[in-house]
Every structure is written in structure tokens, then in C-alpha cells.
């Protein structure tokens, strides 16, 4: 076989192993400084539903605007019907407050559109950025709270180009 | 050079008509699995209890 084209292809393969070392090593440092959680390829699919003592909901709403990112933040509703919807340029989520369950307080997270390029979520680590910060936050209210997941029936739209 | 011209545009235009009507068969094939997936899903782990959100950031 050609020298060339075997020196080639070792390079090549080289440089797409030497990005992809880079790309876990980003990653792994995200997790490790706190700011995401490792989480399934298709995390965004699902609903999460946090169960709590009740939180003071200026608290919640103190917590929420401490967001960063560029992800901007809508409030709407009462203290007791809280709601919070979350917004960027590829995708959107809400935080709502629901009825109680068994004495506990409800919140339910869940991303309500996102844009894909070739079948993969385009702002895939700022979605778990944001939901890992929503999570801390209900883990700093309560320490004792439970979190159920809910798949959640969503309908794609492919453009033509 | 005007039938070359024709055929361009008349290639174009199938090419859009199938592509619009094709995903669009795609995306409700495609929709109507995931609601299926979605019903399952949901009906496995309909009396889980949770977990503890602390446990993730351990």
C-alpha cells in the first residue's frame, strides 16, 4: 500500500481520536465542577418531576433569576401557581407548580422543543446546564427531594432545508 | 438552452413536492412510534417511586 496514504489515514485517525479526547475531557470537567450531570444521549425527552416540603416561592423565584447562561427567563403565575418558562435561540423548557401530593409540594420541569441537526439535540449541554442548575436548586430547598421522570409525547417537523 | 432551463426548474419542483411529502410521511411514521414508546414507558414506571435527587451529585 502506499506510504502516503497510510501515513494519512494514521494522522487522520489520530486527530479525530485526539478531538474526541478533548471533547470527554470537557465534559468530564463539567461534571466534575458541578455545573452538569452525566446524563442519557436523549435526557431532554423526559419530564422530571420534583416532589419537596414546600419551598418560600420568592425563594424560588430568587433561585431561578441566579440562572446564567444566556437563557432567558419568563415568570408568570402566583405563589401558588408558580411557572417559569426558559428560552434560547434552539430550544425552550417550563417549570411549573403543581397540585400537591401528599402533603408535599410538586414542581414539574420539561423541555417543550428543541431544534436537532442530523437527529442530534443542537444545545444539548446548555439544556443540562439548566436543568442540572433547576435540580441543585431543589436539592437546596430540600435535601430529602424525590425526583420522578416522565416520558414526554412530542412531535418532530423536518424542514425541507 | 430553454429546455435545459425547464428541466432544471421541473427537476426542482419534484424535487420539492417529494421532499415535503416525504418528510412529512417520515415525521408522522416516526410520531406515531414514539407515542406508542411514550405510553410504555410511562405505563412501566407508573408506581416508581422516585429517587433521591441528592444521590446525583454525590
Known sequence: MNTGLILGLVIGFGLLGLAIGIGLLGHKKLVQSGQIVSRDTHFMEKAEIFILNEPDPAQVVEQIKTISGNVGIHMKGSSVDQWFKFDTSGWEAKLEKQSPENGKCVYRFQFTHWNTYRGMPEGALAMNKLLTAVEKMFVSFDHETVVKTEAVNFNTKTKLF | ?58
Open chain 2, 1 to 58: 438552452m430553454a429546455p435545459f432551463i425547464i428541466g432544471i426548474i421541473v427537476t426542482g419542483i419534484i424535487m420539492v413536492i417529494v421532499g415535503t411529502i416525504g418528510n412529512k410521511i417520515v415525521d408522522k411514521g416516526e410520531n406515531a412510534l414514539r407515542k406508542k414508546e411514550v405510553e410504555k414507558y410511562n405505563a412501566a414506571h407508573k408506581d416508581d417511586k422516585g429517587e433521591r435527587l441528592a444521590d446525583r451529585f454525590k
